[in-house]
T-cell receptor, first 113, second 118 residues
Framework: SQQGEEDPQALSIQEGENATMNCSYK?????LQWYRQNSGRGLVHLILIRSNEREKHSGRLRVTLDTSKKSSSLLITASRAADTASYFCATPSDTGANSKLTFGKGITLSVRP | GAVVSQHPSRVICKSGTSVKIECRSLDFQATTMFWYRQFPKQSLMLMATSNEGSKATYEQGVEKDKFLINHASLTLSTLTVTSAHPEDSSFYIC??????????????FGPGTRLTVL
């Protein structure tokens, strides 16, 4: 089964609003990562949160992690049209360096100007 | 930040031909690179792990004789789709682990290669 399931699968909001995306996973992790993909492009790493962290901020991004519920959320505040993209959560397969990532299905975010 | 390039960005080929896709880490060395494929509106599916100096590790269900991977140097991995068929049409993306805040857990992705097999 796929590690990392995001919801909602599609989200449409008005510019300036906040966007919240959720991700659930099944196995134990040592970190969880969020990536963004613009249409037809590669992925860009947004933020990484470790299993011993509960919340992390980076600019307009806020990520939370609840290991007891095996879930994470990504909040984008004051959204902009340029935030329109697909967002994926990803978890590493093991604790070693260079471990492979398993991606969730992704959330398509549309920010209306 | 770390940059990964892919070439070509788009390729159209006839059924039965082979296509080579290059993945390069431009400003860092990568002993490991990953190859993914992505169908429209779907997530990334890991195909294989490319290891410099040794054989690639393929994910279950991925034909190693069809998708040949060569990690020629610390900055270059190639994926060759042999005897391509229309069902191989997809978006192929490579990535390389890099340092982000001191950790090698994150990956830097190439811009992807759109393969269309006629």
């Amino acid at each position: 089964s796929q590690q990392g399931e995001e919801d909602p699968q599609a989200l449409s909001i008005q510019e300036g609003e906040n966007a919240t995306m959720n991700c659930s996973y099944k196995t134990s992790i040592n970190n969880l990562q969020w990536y963004r993909q613009n249409s037809g492009r590669g992925l860009v790493h947004l933020i990484l949160i470790r299993s011993n962290e509960r919340e992390k901020h980076s600019g307009r991004l806020r990520v939370t992690l609840d290991t007891s519920k095996k879930s994470s959320s990504l909040l984008i505040t004051a959204s902009r049209a340029a935030d329109t993209a697909s967002y994926f959560c990803a978890t590493p397969s093991d604790t070693g360096a260079n471990s492979k990532l398993t991606f969730g299905k992704g959330i398509t975010l549309s920010v209306r100007p | 930040g770390a940059v990964v390039s892919q070439h070509p960005s788009r390729v159209i080929c006839k059924s039965g031909t082979s296509v080579k896709i290059e993945c390069r880490s431009l400003d860092f060395q990568a002993t490991t690179m990953f190859w993914y494929r992505q169908f429209p509106k779907q997530s990334l599916m890991l195909m294989a792990t490319s290891n410099e100096g040794s054989k690639a590790t393929y994910e279950q269900g991925v034909e190693k004789d069809k998708f040949l991977i060569n990690h020629a140097s610390l900055t270059l991995s190639t994926l060759t789709v042999t005897s391509a068929h229309p069902e191989d049409s997809s978006f192929y993306i490579c990535s390389a682990p890099g340092l982000a805040g001191g950790f090698t857990d994150t990956q830097y992705f190439g811009p992807g290669t759109r393969l269309t097999v006629l």
